[in-house]
């Protein structure tokens, strides 16, 4: 019986499709199952180049609206409804490229480019599968995953959803997906996390990719790149501020105090396993580390990344990303250091790049704060001089007199710095924040020697 219904569903198909081209509705219904593949456009944000080309634009919004490639690709799962059941459906593979769009690739797009699209990327896990990245290199079931189409070699590093050289068992009905650019590509490593099947809508098997095979790379020499170092941390900042200067926004200077301190970071990072700036496992943050290194200014940020990277590379990662790109070209930091931190020797050795900024921006402090602090110092060159006339006079506690005249000089000297540092348009030091603070207290401590010198 079920045999004769398939029979019955293959001949539909088929007398379908003598009518294909002449009836749109019999267009759209091999179209939906799957047996015709449709157009997908390709923006030129780069995260599957080298298989399909990248936007040589500098702004990233104008590359995501720039189309790159017109790839056919099938609907997924396609195939024909039947009893419940999908006859032809198609069976995901490692290797497929797909298209799949959720709530989070919305967001993540809307962020950065404006409007709310979908993804593009290939499937190196299947469910079942357990997938882990280490040294740079996809393993699946504990094989070495043979990867022609990535941009680069040993270019596989993990992110917040799944970190280097951990195991993950991909579950029912998810995916493992990754960009073929892995250095400039948003996807299971990081917010995409797992991709749910549902959310997968069009496919382009891995056996119908021919085409695209030409722009790959030979991979027989891969292997030669294992814990190698990589980074030229000078070549960074140069490439950095190359594009800092695209954007008409000055040069960061190379800092090795920064350098200290984005060491001491990355260390802490890796010991802890704590890839957080907030520091919550090692509670040893940026800021504890900065004046560890002796570095001294007033803004601070860091950006950090797994993996290894050479300078190019590790630029065009960083600009990928809308939040360390947004620091890296902030106009408000003038200092820069970059450390390449590594603990161990072995195939999972950890490896982290940290990067911190120091930046001024002035005070600006209003002509109402100045003035404040500058009458409390005239007042206090006024009364200063008449407690001297009464500090030897008779019938009269000179203990709590000397006392007050202690504290009446040291508010003045006080006062005194703070507005000598607010003319100069300059940050109070730790030291003259605590003056300011204090400046209360001593001024209810004057008030109250001064009635218990005044009572009758």
């Not at 199952?33 to 030129?44: D, F, H, N, Y």
């Not at 704060?369 to 019938?395: F, G, H, K, M, Y």
């Amino acid at each position: 019986m079920i045999r004769k219904a398939v029979s019955l569903v293959i001949l539909i198909v088929l007398l379908a499709g003598y009518w294909y081209f002449s009836r749109p509705y019999i267009q759209q219904l091999f179209l939906s199952m799957g047996l015709v593949s449709e157009e997908i456009q390709i923006a030129g944000t780069g995260s599957m180049y080298p298989t399909f080309p990248k936007s040589e634009n500098i702004d990233d919004v104008v590359a995501a609206k720039e189309i790159v490639a017109w790839p056919k690709m099938r609907r997924y799962p396609g195939g024909i409804p039947f009893f419940g059941k999908r006859l032809f459906a198609y069976s995901l593979k490692v290797g497929d490229i797909v298209e799949f769009e959720n709530a989070k690739t919305e967001e993540l797009t809307e962020k950065k480019y404006g409007e709310r699209t979908g993804f593009v990327k290939r499937i190196v896990a299947l469910p079942g599968d357990t997938i882990e990245l280490r040294d740079g290199f996809v393993y699946v079931n504990g094989k070495t995953l043979d990867e022609p189409f990535t941009a680069k070699p040993r270019s596989t590093y993990g992110g917040e959803f799944l970190q280097s050289c951990i195991k993950l068992t991909i579950p029912t009905g998810k995916f493992f997906i990754l960009g073929d650019n892995r250095k400039a590509s948003l996807d299971s490593r990081f917010d995409i996390g797992l991709v749910d099947e549902e959310d997968i809508h069009y496919v382009l098997p891995w056996e119908n990719q021919g085409e695209y095979r030409g722009n790959w790379r030979n991979t027989e020499n891969d292997y030669l790149l294992a814990q190698t170092e990589t980074l030229d941390s000078q070549e960074f900042v140069r490439l950095l501020n190359s594009k800092r200067k695209e954007k008409n926004i000055p040069n960061l200077a190379f800092n090795p105090l920064l350098s200290l301190s984005a060491k001491r970071r990355g260390n802490i990072m890796i010991t802890t396993n704590d890839y957080s700036f907030e520091a919550t496992r090692s509670g040893v943050k940026m800021s504890q580390a900065v004046k560890e290194a002796g570095y001294r200014n007033i803004l601070y940020a860091e950006v950090f990344t797994q993996g290894h990277y050479d300078a190019e590379e590790l630029v065009e990662n960083f600009m990928a990303f809308p939040e360390t790109k947004n620091l890296l070209l902030s106009k408000e930091y003038q200092d820069i250091g970059i450390s390449e931190v590594s603990v161990g020797r072995d195939a999972c050795t950890p490896q982290v790049i940290v990067v911190h900024l120091g930046g001024y921006v002035p005070p600006n402090y209003s002509k109402e704060q100045i003035d404040s602090w500058q009458s409390l110092i005239d007042s206090l060159n006024t009364i200063i001089p008449s407690l001297e006339q009464v500090r030897t006079a008779e019938n009269i506690d000179k203990e709590k007199v000397e006392k007050l005249f202690q504290i009446l000089t040291k508010r003045k000297n006080n006062a005194e710095k703070i507005v000598s540092t607010m003319k100069a348009n300059q940050w109070l030091s730790d030291e003259e924040q605590k003056m300011v603070e204090e400046d209360k207290s001593l001024g209810q401590e004057i008030e109250k020697l001064y009635n218990e010198l005044t009572k009758r």
